[in-house]
């Protein structure tokens, strides 16, 4: 039987990397494809703001933006603006400044923007050609001084749900079969884990740290980064870990099934028959304990009010980094519970006690949400979610005994909210 579970286990790791492969691959693509083309500040007369390329399928959004607040009174009637084919002197689509567009206009310090035209799947009869966007300007707007702007992507199609969604399941099973296997009964039993837990988050911050600064920023070098960060805290887990009993690191990471029901339940005959069914309601209870914490999550983003653009809220605008961010948040979970469930909660728990255990959950929930912190700082309705499913893993870590079950309620929830966002994508 532990052969055959070892077998499945080498399997669905393959599998799972795979699936990533094809995750890669297909952020790379999209990123290849994304365009954000932006002319120079222009004044005086009719002049062509901009000249870039489309490619044949992709969405596109057209803006032209102002040193001036766009007022109705002056700016309606104004002007005309087109876009057109350069190679053919042929225009695609124009449209004159009237009352009707500029009840879009965003204003801001800077002046303002206004979008004239979104394009959805670009029909064209090349695979790219290149285009123009010029501006015939009235008396009433000459002298001030404008921009172009062109955004465009490919966009999210129903097999990026299904990359995402199949890395999901692999996961999943992954985990699932993990807590098939024997327990061993083991936990970190070496002093001073305070310090090795506090070395491991210091190792885990800085490489994040040296990530992103020596990384490209763009969503490929996202994945690639974050997949290293995950390997990083699953290596940084098993070297600092110290088993109680030897050669068993992955069972002092409470990676198995907890070898005995609680001690609640009575003596420990009693507690060794009822040690499977205890485990596999921890696992059942677990996937809907990730649905909750999910619509915890949405009730928190709808609530809680924002004080700017968070990081990965940027990351996530272009098509690449939402497939990115999606693929990372389904297999990060693992990496993520090995090291803060596993290594943190392990090493300030020890061999046990009421006291002990209320410093490893406090430690293991609070420096996972000072981990997530950055990536979440101005959009507080994201941070307030990550502080509540921080806690509710902590804890099912501590009740369980294991921590195979908040891996599948991390897995569950960041599943769900990552493929609730792709499906609106892909729409």
Request: proline letters at 5%.
């Amino acid at each position: 039987m532990s052969r055959a579970i070892s077998s499945a286990l080498v399997v669905a790791s393959v599998a799972l990397v795979i699936a990533l492969g094809a995750a890669f691959a297909r952020v790379s693509g999209l990123e290849a494809r994304e365009l954000e083309a932006v002319g120079a500040w222009t004044a005086g007369g009719s002049s062509r703001l901009l000249e870039t390329r489309l490619l044949r399928g992709d969405d596109a959004t057209f803006e032209l933006c102002a040193r001036d607040p766009m007022d109705a009174l002056r700016w309606s009637g104004a002007g005309r603006i087109a876009v057109v084919r350069s190679d053919r002197a042929e225009e695609m689509f124009g449209l004159a400044i009237d009352p009707a567009l500029l009840e879009g206009v965003a204003r801001s310090e800077q002046g303002a923007c206004v979008v004239f035209a979104r394009v959805r799947e670009l029909a064209i009869d090349e695979d790219a050609v290149p285009v123009a966007i010029d501006l015939a300007r009235e008396p009433g707007i000459d002298g001030i001084e404008v921009r172009a702007r062109v955004l465009a992507r490919s966009p999210l199609g129903q097999g990026d749900l299904g990359i995402v969604l199949g890395a999901l399941a692999i996961a999943i099973a992954l985990v699932l079969l993990m807590s098939a296997r024997a327990p061993v009964e083991a936990h970190d039993a070496a002093p001073r884990g305070a310090l090795r837990a506090a070395l491991g988050v210091a190792v885990v911050l800085a490489t994040g740290v040296v990530i992103g600064a020596f990384g490209s920023g763009g969503p490929t070098a996202g994945l690639l980064g974050g997949l290293a960060l995950a390997a990083t805290e699953i290596a940084v887990a098993y070297a600092l870990v110290r088993p109680s009993v030897d050669g068993a690191r992955t069972a002092a990471l409470g990676l198995v099934r907890a070898p005995h029901a609680p001690a609640w339940v009575g003596d420990p005959p009693r507690a060794r028959r009822l040690a499977l069914p205890f485990n596999v309601a921890w696992l059942v209870l677990a996937p809907v304990a990730g649905v909750v914490l999910s619509l915890v999550a949405r009730v928190a983003l709808a609530l809680v009010p924002s004080t700017g653009e968070a990081p990965v809220e940027a990351f996530v605008s272009w098509p690449s980094g939402m497939l990115s961010f999606a693929a990372l948040a389904v297999v990060a979970p693992i990496a993520e519970e090995v090291f803060f469930r596993g290594l943190v909660y392990g090493a300030l728990r020890g061999p046990g006690g009421a006291r002990r255990e209320l410093v490893a959950i406090a430690g293991a929930w609070l420096l996972f949400a000072i981990a997530h912190a950055p990536q979440d700082w101005g959009n507080w309705g994201g941070f307030v979610s990550v502080l509540v499913a921080g806690l509710g893993f902590t804890l099912m870590r501590a009740a369980s005994g294991s921590t195979l079950v908040p891996c599948v309620a991390h897995l569950v929830y960041n599943g769900l909210l990552a493929a609730g966002a792709l499906a609106v994508g892909a729409t």
